[in-house]
């Protein structure tokens, strides 16, 4: 059976040590499409925690009864499931943020982070565990896209929350936006760097030879 | 049960489909009249954008009527200074049958020229006549739209508003910037001689400040001309529709 797990672990976890982008190296693809500005990437960090903790706790408490032959099709259905219904509510309720994250909020069904949790986590644990583990590792990939977001923006646009916060005396002086960071290739650059910066903090990270 | 059958198989397969289809559907329905009031608010604040009017000049209006910038208010205004909108048939007259708000552009466009109808707001801020116009078009990677606002000559542009589906930041996206919407104000769609020339977004401008309102060119955008290529023939490909329409309205005036 399961082995025990601390809830606050399960929390703790995927934020430094086990954290799904940088550690895992799941959902990549996202983190570099969304992070151009601040705001979408924390909505995208929420839905996916949403759709993360929901679908692991869904998923975990019907382990039992999954025929294994279809369990991946039935885990794609519930994850699909409620990636509508976020996106059908952040239509609704969020249209502008709606607009900007357009195909990504479809695409969280294919977000590797998702269907790794499940068969990693949610198949073997009980369900309030799972539902902790889908939340920890949201919030994981919501930090590193809110990192990347952040210094993506600030660089790239010179603002933070569409905000000007780069004084215009810079510009006078010469300071030139770096359009670069607009683009995805400068996304992989910086995940590459935030990657770089924990792995030289906590050494235990790093592959043995 | 045995779990590995067939049988269990396919009906934990034919439960599970059914509560997910049941949920969607309801939440859909649910949701379906927000969606719709989003996507009716988004084409009325676009549309006022285009004369002068942006968020931020209706909240000011708003807040000193005490009021708040939501859906009715955006509404009320809306119909405050757009009394009249017409369908109109290629030959410039209106087809009563149809309202012009209700028109998706995205179908539209896909329908023979006969069979389209072509939608234009008439507004009136404080005496002074515009004539708005949806635009629909094909940018680079996917569809881009916007609005373009004539001044009451019909040929004299107010202001214009872009959208697009998925141009590349920092570069196609641009064209939904300020800096890029305020070229276009005081260009002329016709020239001298009275015949239709749209707006060309040009590359070998040899005027980048835009000074000259009666070139009927604005600068392109550097390192996205196929995205510029799509807003000029989408400005060109949309308002020669209008032509006959206009030209009645020119007539009237000279």
Request: charged residues 20%; glycine residues 6%; positive net charge.
């Amino acid at each position: 059976m399961a082995k025990k797990h601390k809830w606050q672990d399960l929390i703790k976890d995927p934020l430094n040590e086990n954290n799904p982008i940088t550690v895992q190296v799941l959902g990549i693809c996202s983190a570099l499409a969304i992070t151009v500005k601040l705001m979408p990437a924390i909505v995208m960090a929420l839905s996916v925690m949403v759709v993360l903790a929901f679908s692991n706790l869904i998923i975990s408490l019907i382990r039992n009864y999954i025929p294994n032959r279809i369990r991946i099709i039935v885990q794609l259905l519930v994850v699909a499931t409620l990636v509508i219904l976020v996106d059908q509510i952040l239509k609704a309720y969020a249209y502008d943020v709606s607009k900007q994250l357009s195909v990504f909020v479809g695409l969280i069904i294919t977000n590797c982070i998702v269907m790794g949790r499940l068969e990693a986590f949610a198949l073997a644990n009980k369900p309030l565990d799972s539902f902790l583990d889908g939340i920890g590792n949201g919030a994981g990939y919501g930090l590193i896209l809110i990192i990347v977001a952040f210094i993506r923006e600030l660089l790239g646009s010179g603002t933070l929350f569409d905000k000007q916060v780069i004084p215009q005396s810079f510009y006078d002086a010469g300071y030139v936006n770096n359009a670069m960071m607009l683009l995805p290739a400068m996304a992989l650059i910086t995940v590459g760097i935030v990657i770089w910066v924990q792995r030289s903090m906590y050494p235990q990270l790093t592959e043995k030879e | 049960m045995d779990r590995n059958s067939n049988i269990y198989t396919i009906l934990f397969a034919a439960v599970v489909v059914t509560v997910s289809a049941v949920l969607l559907a309801v939440a859909v329905m649910v949701l379906k009249p927000a969606q719709e009031r989003n996507k009716r608010q988004e084409k009325m604040t676009d549309i006022m954008y285009t004369i002068g009017l942006d968020k931020e000049a209706l909240s000011k209006k708003a807040a000193a009527e005490g009021k708040k910038l939501n859906y009715k208010v955006i509404e009320a205004y809306f119909n405050k200074y757009f009394t009249k909108q017409y369908a109109l048939k290629t030959d410039g007259s209106v087809d009563n049958t149809v309202k012009a708000f209700d028109i998706n552009m995205k179908a539209e466009i896909k329908k023979s020229e006969k069979k389209q109808r072509f939608p234009i707001y008439v507004g009136d801020v404080k005496g002074k006549k515009y004539y708005v116009i949806p635009l629909y078009g094909k940018g680079l990677w996917d569809d881009i739209w916007g609005y373009i606002a004539l001044e009451a000559d019909a040929n004299t542009v107010k202001g214009v508003k872009f959208g697009h589906k998925g141009e590349t930041p920092g570069l196609g996206a641009e064209i939904t910037k300020k800096w890029f919407e305020n070229q276009f104000a005081g260009e002329k769609i016709f020239d001298k001689d009275n015949s239709f020339k749209g707006i060309t977004l040009s590359k070998s401008n040899k005027d980048p400040e835009n000074t000259d309102k009666e070139d009927h060119e604005v600068d392109a955008i550097s390192g996205s001309t196929l995205t510029s290529n799509g807003v000029t023939n989408m400005i060109q490909e949309r308002l020669q529709h209008y032509v006959p329409f206009f030209n009645k309205i020119r007539q009237q005036k000279n």
